[in-house]
């Protein structure tokens, strides 16, 4: 059974950094690939930063370009979003997703729970 777990979320100050975690289970890296996707309230879900399996192709949002990198470690079936430099607008349920690595919510079938991130001004 394929699962995706995120942790790392919280409230930090506009200016600061969180690292979110997505634990993976039940698929191999060179099966999927991962997506980072963030949803705003009252706004459609929108892919942040995601990689095929493959790491032929991969997409970051404009505006996280410079402030956010995502990480494997494959060792432990765990990927990484690094977020420097948060700003308010970054503020969102951030999730984690297994597919294809492009940037389309449909594209994926299995999806983390999500982890709340608030950046307070």
């Known amino acids: 059974e394929v699962q995706l777990v995120e942790s790392g979320g919280g409230l930090v100050q506009a200016g600061g950094s969180l690292r979110l975690s997505c634990a993976t289970s039940?698929?191999?890296?060179?099966?999927?690939?991962i997506g980072w996707f963030r949803q705003a309230p009252g706004k459609q879900r929108e892919g942040v930063l995601c990689?095929?399996?493959?790491?032929?192709?991969?997409y970051v949002a404009d505006s996280v370009k410079g402030r956010f990198t995502i990480s494997r470690d494959s060792d432990k079936n765990t990927v990484h979003l690094q977020m420097n430099s948060l700003k308010p607008e970054d503020t969102a349920v951030y999730y984690c997703?297994?597919?294809?690595?492009?940037?389309?919510?449909?594209?994926?079938?299995?999806w983390g729970q999500g982890t709340q991130v608030t950046v307070s001004s």
């Open positions: 997703a297994a597919g294809p690595g492009s940037s389309s919510v449909r594209d994926y079938d299995y």
């Open positions: 039940g698929f191999s890296f060179d099966d999927y690939g």
């Open positions: 990689f095929s399996s493959d790491d032929e192709d991969g």
